[in-house]
Structures are given as structure tokens and as C-alpha cells.
Nanobody, 125 residues
Framework: QVQLVESGGGLVQAGGSLRLSCAAS????????MGWFRQVPGNERKFVAA????????GYAESVKGRFTVSRDNAKNTVYLQMNSLKPEDTAVYYC??????????????????WGQGTQVTVSS
């Protein structure tokens, strides 16, 4: 069982930056892959970024490539999402997730079995 707690969301102007953090507890952090998803009310949860258990492999949705960077600090049991050049269309609730049966990248929401509570990111124009 993995518990995840996100932080770092907030209100930012277009073009600005935010860094989200996700602290994990429970199962050994280095034994599973992690991901970030986002959801707008009325829409399905969508993949944003993923990182392998060791952190040496990452993947991104086309909409955030070149602007967002996912990383993890296994010593701190924490995964990060650095978001730069934010756009109003990035506004959503952001969730981190753990795929406890996977070491490599996973992009489908159904491949993740533990989720945080979400943190709101609002980008004003």
C-alpha cells in the first residue's frame, strides 16, 4: 500500500512556473514507477508525465513536452513536476500516482493503483 500527498499547486499567470511535489509513504519508493495526471471537471483524467523507478526514463504528453519536467528523489521518497511556460489550458487538478506493479513508464490511468488527493493548478490569462 502506498500513500501519496501532493503539494505545490496554486494560482499563476500565463507564462509562469510552478513545481508540484508528491511525497510517498508505505511501500519502498524505489520499487515502482510514478506518474502525473490532470483532470478538468467533466473530463476524464489525462496523462501528463511518467518516470521509471530509477528515474532514468521519462515520458510526457505531447501537450506538455518541452515545458514540464518530471523527476524523483528516491532518498526523499518524492516525485516532482516542474511546470514552466504555463498556459491557461494547463488549468486542472493534478494528481500523482504510483504503479506499484511496474518499474518502467506507464501512461494509462488504469495502470496506476495508488493516487494522491490532487492539487489545483490555475493559470490565468
Amino acid at each position: 500500500q502506498v500513500q501519496l500527498v501532493e503539494s505545490g499547486g496554486g494560482l499563476v499567470q500565463a507564462g509562469g512556473s510552478l513545481r508540484l511535489s508528491c511525497a510517498a509513504s508505505g511501500r519502498t519508493f524505489t520499487s515502482y514507477a510514478m506518474g502525473w495526471f490532470r483532470q478538468v471537471p467533466g473530463n476524464e483524467r489525462k496523462f501528463v508525465a511518467a518516470i521509471s523507478w530509477r528515474g532514468n526514463s521519462t515520458g510526457y504528453a505531447e501537450s506538455v513536452k518541452g515545458r514540464f519536467t518530471v523527476s524523483r528523489d528516491n532518498a526523499k521518497n518524492t516525485v516532482y513536476l516542474q511546470m514552466n511556460s504555463l498556459k491557461p489550458e494547463d488549468t486542472a487538478v493534478y494528481y500523482c500516482a504510483a504503479a506499484t506493479s511496474a518499474f518502467g513508464l506507464r501512461t494509462g490511468a488504469t495502470e496506476y493503483d495508488s493516487w494522491g488527493q490532487g492539487t489545483q493548478v490555475t493559470v490565468s490569462s
